[in-house]
């Protein structure tokens, strides 16, 4: 058995491998800054009445209900997981034979990569156009058995325009995967046209928009027989049983609060957006939750900004970008600090 070495996978990850709670203003994970939803607060300070001793919901049935409501499709047209990093995983795994290729955007959500190659597939990146827009021609020049497209697109915040979409769907030869976690922050919902759209699978994530990434709760959604033949390659209970509990109070009781911090973290990212140009930084057009910002010498940037109490992310030497801070938007009073941060760290002029 061939082992991937450490090594090939190691930078990708040791980047989240930081002690958030150390930083006084976290913003490297493109979380909500407004913590747990109110009900599902109420939920787990009363006593949740959920069975312990019992495995969950086979198949998470209820959720996958609730779920299919939310995006509007039928509940077998949707899986649930452990994150849609687990649904990631699990997705190579169950459809690429060892040595298939994934094309994938790049840059991109660095997980993508990370898992294509733990499950023995092959990856090759593609690069963005000038306007960021997601390489049709070229991801369907690489033949490859998966394509994966992030809409919008982690870290450039970019979204992928939908004739480009359409095209790599409707030439693609084999799967492929729409990730759409950060759907709520632009407004879309690619989701809800999957099951109408042969070899389209898209995932949705509850750790971004809902603000409940600690239950680790993920889905895809697609055309029935495609979940079905998904669900064949894991368990009856991906999901654990809490999670599902917390899950479904944030569906039924949470989404017009959901909604509301929503907008809310659209009109700061807009702001800190207006402060950066105004102080001289440029920022590429995001439609999420998250601001790109290029930046020379961006490691450096980034580790004097911890110093400061501030955790963001940093890249370095990004295809046709160079370095680059990636900033989430946090509470509408933190992000003048950041800035400000930003400038003793950074001077544009
Ligand atoms: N996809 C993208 C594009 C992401 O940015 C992230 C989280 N950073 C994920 C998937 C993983 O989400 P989850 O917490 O559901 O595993």
């Excluded at 190579?92 to 790049?106: E, I, T, Y």
């Excluded at 999957?194 to 709760?217: E, Q």
């Excluded at 889905?219 to 899950?247: D, H, M, N, T, W």
Aim: glycine fraction near 8%; aromatic fraction near 6%; charge should be negative.
């Amino acid at each position: 058995m061939t082992r991937v070495p450490l090594r090939d996978v190691y930078r990708d990850i040791r980047a989240y491998d930081v002690d958030a709670a150390r930083f006084s203003l976290e913003l490297a994970d493109n979380t909500s800054p407004y913590g747990t939803p109110p009900a599902v607060r109420d939920f787990l300070a009363g006593a949740p009445g959920v069975n312990l001793s019992r495995y969950p919901t086979t198949y998470s049935r209820p959720l996958r209900d609730a779920l299919a409501a939310y995006i509007g499709v039928a509940p077998d047209e949707i899986m649930v997981g452990a994150g849609s990093d687990e649904i990631l995983s699990s997705t190579f795994r169950a459809l690429g034979s060892p040595g298939a290729l994934v094309a994938h955007m790049h840059p991109t959500f660095v997980m993508t990569r990370v898992f294509a190659i733990t499950n023995s597939l092959r990856v090759v990146p593609v690069g963005l156009t000038a306007s960021y827009d997601a390489d049709a021609d070229a991801l369907l020049a690489s033949e490859a058995d998966i394509i994966y497209l992030c809409a919008p697109n982690n870290p450039t915040g970019t979204p992928v325009q939908r004739a480009t979409l359409d095209k790599v769907i409707d030439e693609a030869r084999g799967l492929v995967m729409v990730d759409e976690a950060y759907a709520e922050f632009a407004g879309s919902n690619l989701a809800a046209k999957a099951p109408g759209r042969d070899g389209m699978l898209v995932l949705r994530t509850m750790s971004k928009a809902f603000g409940l990434a600690g239950i680790r709760l993920g889905f895809a959604v697609g055309e029935r027989a495609l979940i079905a033949e998904l669900e064949k390659a894991r368990g009856p209970y991906a999901v654990p049983a809490l999670s599902e509990q917390v899950a479904l109070v944030a569906l039924q009781h949470d989404l017009p609060w959901i909604q509301d911090k929503v907008a809310e973290v659209c009109a700061t990212r807009d702001r800190f957006v207006g402060g950066l140009h105004a102080a001289g930084y440029t920022t590429l057009p995001s439609a999420a939750n998250f601001v790109l910002v290029p930046i020379p010498g961006a490691a450096s940037v980034g580790a004097a900004l911890r110093e400061k109490g501030i955790l963001v992310r940093h890249f370095e030497a990004l295809p046709g970008l160079g370095d680059a801070l990636r900033i989430s938007v946090g509470l509408p009073y933190d992000m003048p600090r950041v800035l400000a941060s930003l400038q003793e760290c950074a001077p544009c002029r």
